[in-house]
């Protein structure tokens, strides 16, 4: 004959269960003395390789600190203050950083696929070999920037600030430039397949070897 749990059982086994599947959830996990919350103040950390997917960083001072290798994949960092911090090899698949900061932050061969970025800082900043596909930088700030051989199709620059910036053998299949200020920058051997241009603004900039360029502008 099998056991039968009766109601009154299950009732007092439950909440013990649930009590401590909840028990750390209200904790935030501490790396390298860096407690990973809403602004916490991690400048110069070590956050080499960590994984800090899905977290909620919004408005965090990493200024300096390492995070390569690391994993960011949808994780909140709207507001953050990157500047200067090594994000080198991360993978962050639909990482937020609206209006945040990554003045003269390496991202090189970081995988940034639908990267939000709207009004985002990143002057100076390296995007060497990075995979920025579908990614949302409108209304940013890119000068001085280096992208190259960076792969950016589909993704938006709609009205950002790129002068200067080094975009050498770029990917820019269906990106949007709606707008774009691309003074002096530079585009050799990139890829403008099917970008949209209207507007944008190519003053001094250099085009030898570039696909579908607006030679004529």
Not at 140 to 145: K, P, Q, V
Not at 179 to 187: H, P, Q, S, W, Y
């Amino acid at each position: 004959m099998k056991p039968v749990v009766t109601a009154s059982l299950l009732l007092f086994i439950t909440p013990a269960l649930a009590g401590d599947y909840m028990a750390d959830l209200d904790q935030a996990p501490v790396i390298n003395g860096c407690k990973l919350e809403r602004d916490t103040s991690c400048a110069g950390t070590d956050l080499q390789g960590a994984d800090l997917s899905n977290m909620d960083l919004r408005s965090a001072n990493f200024r300096g600190a390492n995070l390569s290798g690391a994993n960011l994949s949808h994780t909140n960092l709207r507001g953050a203050n990157l500047d200067g911090a090594n994000l080198d090899a991360v993978t962050g698949y639909r990482i937020q950083v609206y209006r945040a900061s990554m003045r003269g932050a390496t991202l090189r061969n970081a995988r940034l696929q639908g990267m939000q970025g709207e009004y985002l800082f990143a002057q100076g900043a390296d995007f060497s070999g990075a995979d920025l596909t579908g990614a949302n930088f409108d209304f940013s700030r890119f000068s001085g920037a280096t992208l190259v051989n960076a792969n950016m199709p589909y993704s938006s620059f709609e009205i950002s600030w790129l002068p200067k910036a080094n975009l050498e053998g770029a990917n820019l299949k269906g990106a949007n430039l709606q707008e774009a200020k691309l003074g002096l920058a530079n585009l050799a051997n990139a890829d403008l397949t099917g970008t949209r241009i209207h507007y944008a603004t190519f003053e001094g900039t250099y085009m030898e070897g570039c696909t579908a360029c607006p030679f004529d502008w």
